[in-house]
């Protein structure tokens, strides 16, 4: 009896996601929930096997995932080198910086208007958008990390001679790494809010493209797929995230 | 933990011409921060190999004194003279608390700025008795293990004046006794002038061939101790010089209060 309550200890957790599940099933088969609305588990799993079978979903996937890795390169080297510069550079934070919060305080979003007359609806556009947003996040964070460095340690590296490069690369970056890692995280999961907002005005391809389509169809099990399809794609970034915390600062105690 | 010592005699004469510590000289060293005097014309005259050791209340400018000779900080007025045996002598500072650098190994550390010293790192952690935690990271040592290592990193450059502040000043009585034997052992060896800033007394007494109290940025006392190594705690000396300068600390005190 000990040793069955043990086992099912872990699964707890998911028991209530679990019920709501068999009674979504159950309404379903029921009739209280029209498939116009909320389509059965099963068939959400069904239209899922489809797309996977057709090859349709993988394709639509490969878009997605191109569009996310590239906006979040673009913007988060463009936040890491800002933030890495002004950090450093009392003068250089004191010309920019200013100028960069002011920009931040405009909500990525609020841009689409000039972005679609800028570059019309073109990829360059999504990856605009997606850019932008997730710059800040890293360029701040950098920024804070970089101005946080224990300058103790910095004084000592530089008794022990260290200067320039090898300053940089044995003490400062590695102190503002937790910091750093904080906007990435964070971006990460931006990446794919800002990106389902861009596939879904435009796009001839892509996750968020596949769901609007559906809609248009009326095919609620495919609109279903996609949503849950973003959950998993932005629980992966966030896992991939922790996977690169533990990885780099693993001298952290408070990070094994 | 290896403890090399050496006839403390024999130490005390070759200290004197010893070319592995160099000699300090400061002259009217004057410090102010924001228009408040901290140090007012120190001059002082310290001979290679001898172990030399500051104390004072908190704030009295001693720890101001050793960043100064460190080149931490750049004196308002007077001068630092470091000579030694080489063209540019070696100075190397152990601060209050390690300064370890956690992203880097306890090895690592110790080989801060040697791009091919990890046999000469090794070997200084050795010394301090620590080899066998040489691939750990600093976060899993205890207090007394991280000043070990940071002895280790300033004794791999072969310092010829070693600049000590507080370095155990946060450690518990038995590790700090420890260290201060580890440290004596090390001096003895190596032959390197050493200033050590403190708030403790007795481990001035124990440590140092000369005391120097500072109050309110002037050397107030400078007393030469001359009981022979290892010391005893114990002994009647011993007590009688640790006396000597709490009281004059004291008496300071009690001079600055009634003025």
Same mark, same amino acid.
């Given at each position: 009896m000990r040793r069955a309550r043990a086992l099912l200890a872990p699964l707890l957790p998911w028991a209530v996601p679990l019920l709501l599940v068999l009674a979504w099933e159950a309404s379903a088969r029921i009739g209280w929930l029209s498939s116009r609305i909320l389509p059965e588990p099963w068939a959400v799993a069904t239209a899922a096997w489809e797309l996977v079978r057709s090859g349709e979903l993988w394709a639509h996937l490969k878009v997605s995932l191109w569009r996310a890795a590239a906006g979040f390169g673009i913007g988060a080297g463009f936040g890491l080198l800002l933030g890495?510069?002004?950090?450093?550079?009392?003068?250089?934070?004191?010309?920019?910086?200013?100028?960069?919060?002011?920009?931040?305080?405009?909500?990525?979003?609020?841009?689409?208007?000039?972005?679609?007359?800028w570059f019309g609806i073109d990829e360059a556009a999504k990856l605009f958008l997606l850019a932008v947003g997730v710059f800040f996040p890293v360029y701040l964070n950098t920024f804070h990390g970089i101005r946080a460095v224990d300058a103790g340690l910095v004084e000592m590296a530089r008794s022990y001679g260290l200067r320039g490069w090898a300053?940089?690369?044995d003490v400062i970056l590695p102190g503002a790494l937790p910091s750093i890692l904080v906007g990435v995280r964070f971006s990460l999961g931006l990446v794919w809010v800002l990106l389902i907002v861009a596939e879904t005005i435009s796009a001839q391809a892509g996750i968020g493209y596949m769901t609007m389509n559906a809609r248009e169809f009326l095919q609620t099990d495919v609109v279903l797929v996609g949503i849950l399809l973003y959950a998993l794609l932005g629980k992966a970034a966030d896992i991939f995230a922790v996977v690169l915390e533990r990885h780099f600062l693993r001298w952290n105690q408070a990070y094994l | 933990m290896h403890v090399n010592r050496i006839e403390a005699t024999r130490v005390s004469e070759a200290a004197n011409e010893s070319p592995r510590g160099a000699h300090l000289v400061l002259r009217g060293l004057g410090k102010q921060?924001?228009?408040?005097? /901290?140090?007012?014309?120190?001059?002082?005259? @310290? #001979?290679?190999?001898?172990?030399?050791?500051?104390?004072?209340?908190?704030?009295?400018? #001693?720890?101001?004194?050793?960043?100064? @000779?460190?080149g931490l900080e750049q004196p308002d007025s007077g001068q630092v003279k @470091?000579?030694?045996?080489?063209? #540019?002598?070696?100075?190397?500072?152990?601060?209050?608390? %390690?300064?370890?650098?956690?992203? #880097?190994? *306890?090895?690592?550390? *110790? %080989?801060?700025?040697?791009?091919d010293g990890k046999e000469r790192a090794r070997a200084a952690l050795d010394s301090v008795g620590l080899l066998a935690r040489a691939g750990e990271w600093p976060a899993v040592l205890s207090g007394g293990q991280r000043q070990r290592v940071a002895l280790a990193r300033a004794l791999v450059h072969q310092p010829q004046l070693l600049l000590l502040d507080e370095p155990l000043g946060a450690l518990d009585a038995l590790t700090r006794i420890e260290m201060q034997q580890l440290i004596e052992s090390l001096w003895i060896a190596r032959g390197f002038t050493a200033v050590l800033v403190t708030h403790?007394?007795?481990?001035? *007494? /124990?440590?140092?061939?000369? @005391?120097?109290l500072i109050e309110n940025g002037r050397l107030a006392l400078d007393l030469p101790v001359g009981l022979a190594r290892p010391r005893e705690r114990g002994s009647a000396n011993f007590g009688a010089i640790e006396k000597q300068v709490l009281e004059h600390v004291l008496d300071m005190h009690h001079t600055l209060s009634a003025a």
């Open positions: 890495l510069l002004n950090g450093s550079s009392r003068r250089a934070a004191t010309l920019l910086d200013t100028t960069l919060q002011m920009i931040r305080n405009i909500p990525a979003l609020a841009l689409i208007p000039l972005v679609i007359l300053l940089y690369r | 921060y924001a228009g408040r005097s /901290v140090l007012e014309r120190i001059d002082l005259k @310290i #001979k290679p190999g001898e172990f030399v050791a500051v104390v004072g209340r908190s704030g009295c400018g #001693k720890s101001t004194l050793l960043r100064a @000779i460190a @470091i000579g030694g045996g080489g063209a #540019k002598p070696e100075v190397r500072m152990m601060f209050q608390d %390690a300064r370890l650098l956690p992203w #880097k190994t *306890v090895l690592d550390n *110790v %080989a801060l700025g040697l791009p403790d007394v007795q481990e001035a *007494v /124990v440590l140092a061939d000369r @005391i120097l």
